[in-house]
T-cell receptor
Framework: TQLLEQSPQFLSIQEGENLTVYCNSSSVFSSLQWYRQEPGEGPVLLVTVVTGGEVKKLKRLTFQFGDARKDSSLHITAAQPGDTGLYLCAGTDSNYQLIWGAGTKLIIKP | DAGVTQSPTHLIKTRGQQVTLRCSPKSGHDTVSWYQQALGQGPQFIFQYYEEEERQRGNFPDRFSGHQFPNYSSELNVNALLLGDSALYLC?????????????FGSGTRLTVV
């Protein structure tokens, strides 16, 4: 069974600080997706990375897929209170099924 | 362009009852997946439907069943409800030939079993 370990589980920082969230696995994924979810809502897709070593930027968010396609990171620069939410990573396995991390609950304090 | 719509948004049922949740996928999408999400945790995969057939199934008992209609909409049925079935049920749609690129989720149905 493929597992996707996401860390940290919880992060509370001050506005303006930088942070990084990690997703790690011993298995290779065909693609890896990052979602952001707010309370009472469904996850919203932020980005999909497909190629090993790929880096994608979305304003202050930088996403990286590991060279071996087993891990990924999300880096937020100068975090803002609007970044608060649950961040989820999900990898697509060989059966095109999504394997989910447990999520990182991020709180940005003004 | 409407995204994924789910109904109802909230539901309260008694233990032992049956429930049906509904999902309309995003326009242009033909594949529907259902997830169960406990508070503060990641979604757990229930099953996926494509071409009106269940294509993949997660580790859920037979009490959980589903259906996909010719218009790609889908239903999730849960029989003999248990207190532990209380959760947010999410529907996600995608295009079968682009599943690698990500899913569009609905806002979910909050099911409470009392």
């Amino acid at each position: 069974t493929q597992l996707l370990e996401q860390s940290p589980q919880f992060l509370s920082i001050q506005e303006g600080e930088n942070l990084t969230v990690y997703c790690n696995s011993s298995s290779v994924f065909s693609s890896l997706q990052w979602y952001r979810q707010e309370p009472g809502e469904g996850p919203v897709l932020l980005v999909t990375v497909v190629t090993g070593g790929e880096v994608k930027k979305l304003k202050r968010l930088t996403f990286q897929f590991g060279d071996a396609r087993k891990d990924s990171s999300l880096h937020i620069t100068a975090a803002q209170p609007g970044d608060t939410g649950l961040y989820l990573c999900a990898g697509t396995d060989s059966n095109y099924q999504l394997i989910w991390g447990a999520g990182t609950k991020l709180i940005i304090k003004p | 362009d409407a995204g994924v719509t789910q109904s109802p948004t909230h539901l309260i049922k008694t233990r032992g009852q049956q429930v049906t949740l509904r999902c309309s996928p995003k326009s242009g999408h033909d594949t529907v997946s259902w997830y169960q999400q406990a508070l503060g945790q990641g979604p757990q995969f229930i099953f996926q439907y494509y071409e009106e057939e269940e294509r993949q199934r997660g580790n859920f008992p037979d009490r959980f069943s589903g259906h996909q209609f010719p218009n790609y909409s889908s239903e999730l049925n849960v029989n003999a409800l248990l207190l532990g079935d209380s959760a947010l049920y999410l529907c996600a749609s995608s295009s079968h030939d682009r599943v690698l690129l990500g899913y569009t989720f609905g806002s979910g149905t909050r099911l409470t079993v009392v």
